[in-house]
């Protein structure tokens, strides 16, 4: 009996392996199309349009700016793909996630790993850059629970922690066409690879 499949051909023509992904498979064209159809909160949020890991991303990428004194564009780069897995595996809920156990987890971190070395990155990040990226991502959350997918903010305090007003200010979540958040992830990508180089 042949074994499983367990790679995906992506829309660049290249196959990506899901149990042992390679960094030369990889093309951010694939992760800004993938990401920009990946619906976070399980499409569970208000609007026209679904609330994309790819929006997601970038709004983590600049509330980890505002987090940082003086950000290192490649760790900015980091946060803007610390989601970038879910192009091929989807996004699960929290909930989700505990309950598939870890065998979830390390197929993330698989492909979290190849995502990293393609684009010049450590295969492991340095804790304090993890922990902050982590904290934006967790600021994100509050946003997104409270303004589109109807916590209460004493709900949203509660799951994610209450957020700094002044980080947030003049932040607003987004929502849009799948097309017009795949061209700024792919044009913010540009952006920090050009001032790493």
Same mark, same amino acid.
């Given at each position: 009996m042949a074994p499983a499949r367990a790679w995906q051909k992506m829309l660049s023509g290249r196959r990506l392996d899901l149990l042992d992904p390679t960094p030369v498979d990889i093309e951010i064209e694939d992760i800004a199309h993938g990401l920009s159809f990946? $619906?976070?909160? +399980?499409?569970?949020?208000?609007?026209?349009y679904a609330y994309s890991v790819a929006e997601h991303s970038l709004l983590v990428e600049r509330l980890y700016s505002r987090l940082? !004194?003086? =950000? &290192? =564009?490649?760790?900015?780069?980091?946060?803007?793909?610390? &989601?970038?897995? #879910?192009?091929?595996?989807?996004?699960?809920? *929290?909930?989700?996630? $505990?309950?598939?156990?870890?065998?979830? *987890? #390390?197929? #993330? +971190?698989?492909? *979290?790993?190849?995502?990293?070395?393609?684009?010049?990155?450590? !295969?492991?990040? =340095?804790?304090?850059?993890?922990?902050?990226?982590?904290?934006? &991502?967790?600021?994100s959350a509050w946003m997104e629970a409270v303004r589109i997918a109807g916590f209460s903010e004493t709900e949203a305090n509660r799951f994610f922690g209450v957020p700094d007003a002044g980080m947030i200010e003049g932040m607003d979540i987004v929502?849009?066409? =799948?097309?017009?958040?795949? !061209?700024?992830?792919?044009?913010?990508?540009?952006?920090?690879?050009?001032?790493?180089?």
């Open positions: 990946v $619906a976070r909160w +399980n499409g569970q949020t208000r609007g026209d940082t !004194a003086r =950000p &290192d =564009p490649k760790w900015q780069l980091a946060a803007l793909l610390h &989601d970038a897995p #879910e192009y091929v595996i989807g996004d699960m809920i *929290s909930p989700v996630k $505990a309950s598939v156990g870890p065998g979830y *987890s #390390e197929l #993330e +971190n698989r492909l *979290s790993t190849a995502v990293h070395l393609r684009f010049g990155l450590p !295969a492991a990040l =340095p804790l304090t850059v993890k922990r902050t990226i982590k904290k934006a &991502d967790r600021i929502l849009r066409p =799948p097309m017009q958040t795949r !061209a700024d992830y792919i044009a913010r990508h540009a952006a920090l690879i050009a001032k790493i180089r």
